[in-house]
């Protein structure tokens, strides 16, 4: 082979090689780590035999903290005891994040047993996965009202103030009734009082009674 025809192959031979490594460079590289975690939904309360009006959200990253787009992110709830099913009736549901790595899910039907309910959640994204476990819990003393809505009671503080001042202001008014009653008896001859009998209080002595 003559000279000038090796340098040429050897030319060619270079140029491909620079182009392989050039394409190389520009494939982007598989993600090392995913990390996931919840948005909302951890630790909320439901009603027993309700469907859960709020959503779980979760989000999904990379090592970095850039948000990961097209994962596969399985939410599971338990075959047993306290759980219930997704819309589809089934207790397992597949979702993938957008490009700002999230997903959620909602409308839970939940089951008549009162407890807690561990939901896993897992995401995968070439090849790589990660996994979470997010606590609720059903509840049986969420009044009626909250049943409804499925969405438990998100403010059970409030409620129990609110139910202390009716509870105060149910004797204050009952107090009143009493005094009413024990005031119109002792203007008159009845068994509540009489003007021959005033009442006494303390010392010195505090004569109630009608004028003579």
């Known amino acids: 082979m003559k000279p000038r025809r090796i340098a040429a192959f050897a030319v060619a031979a270079l140029l491909i090689n ?11 590289s598989e993600i090392a780590i995913l990390q996931m975690k919840v948005i909302e939904g951890d630790g909320a309360i439901h009603a027993v035999s309700s469907r859960s009006t709020g959503r779980l959200v979760v989000l999904v990253t990379d090592e970095t903290g850039k948000p990961v787009e097209a994962a596969a992110v399985s939410f ?22 957008g490009p700002d790595g999230r997903a959620s899910v909602g409308g839970i039907q939940w089951n008549d047993i009162q407890g ?14 990660a996994g979470i476990v997010v606590d609720q819990y059903l509840s049986d003393q969420i009044p009626a009202r909250s049943r ?14 609110w139910l202390a001042i009716a509870l105060i202001a149910g004797g204050a008014a009952a107090a009143g009734v009493a005094l009413g009653v024990r005031g119109s008896g002792s203007g008159g001859s009845g068994p509540g009082g009489s003007p021959n009998n005033p009442v006494q209080i303390g010392t010195p002595t505090i004569s109630i009674g009608s004028p003579r």
Do not use: M
Not at 116 to 129: L, M, S
Not at 153 to 161: E, T, V, W, Y
């Open 18 to 28: 620079g182009q392989s490594a050039a394409a190389a460079a520009e494939t982007p």
């Open 76 to 97: 599971r709830l338990p075959d047993e005891g306290p759980g219930g099913a997704f819309r589809s009736g089934l207790r397992n549901e597949i979702l993938l994040t």
């Open 116 to 129: 807690p309910v561990r939901i896993r959640i897992t995401a995968v994204k070439d090849k790589v996965r």
């Open 148 to 161: 409804v809505s499925g969405s438990g009671d998100a403010h059970p503080g409030k409620r129990s103030k």
